[in-house]
């Protein structure tokens, strides 16, 4: 599996359009189109570039300042110059960023630097099962721990 992942490009990923917002924002604002499309982050843009990125653990930490903090410009609020992937990159390395950064969500650019979307674990999970069901439907729940008894018994 490991190398079929080497091998596929994250093209292939259902890659979710971007959502992107001006760093004056204000947050509410963010936030009410994260839950109106119904995505975990939003890219923070400038002069189409990407500069930031705010996601649904951002405004959770971040809650707690109140209402009036909603008012704020996202900048105040999102995560500076975040990671990137290109859609040139491998399924693996897209995983493996994701893994090692411990984040959901990787914005995707193009070949000229423009975010062009954004990618987060369900979409390698739903991938996976895509490409390899007989694999991941068969799992056990702990592939170290093998049920005593056949489920349903």
Known sequence: MKNNLRNFKVRHLRISPPLCVSEDSPVRDAIRQMQTQRVGCVLVCRNNRLVGIMTEVDVVRKGEWGQDAM??????????????????????????????GGFRHLPVIDHEGKPIGFISIRNIVTYLADQFPDTIYTLPPDPNKIPATPEGA
């Open 71 to 100: 008012n704020q410009p996202i900048h105040q609020w999102m995560t500076p110059a975040p990671i990137l992937i290109s859609t040139d990159a491998s399924i693996w390395e897209a995983a493996k960023t994701m893994k090692e």
